[in-house]
């Protein structure tokens, strides 16, 4: 396992397409850690920015597999 970074900071582009496999963000596991938005979200031709920030606690995890997942 590599080097442990501290995150201050994460800038994500959101871009709506599907190129195929990418690359990792936090390649070789991740330690979990609540996020808050520093900023409102950005929008330009099509892409999102999405800005976060370390935030207080330990994050809850859910359970993706429940049956009523998706049901609005």
Request: aromatic share 6%; proline share 8%; glycine share 18%.
């Amino acid at each position: 396992m590599g080097p442990r970074v501290r995150l201050d900071r994460l800038d994500l582009w959101v871009f709506p397409i599907v190129l195929g496999v990418g690359k990792k963000v936090f390649d070789g596991g991740a330690l979990p850690a609540n996020l808050v938005v520093l900023e409102p979200p950005v929008a330009s031709k099509g892409a999102v920015l999405l800005s976060y920030g370390l935030g207080a606690g330990t994050p809850g995890a859910g359970d993706m597999r429940r049956e009523d997942r998706g049901v609005g």
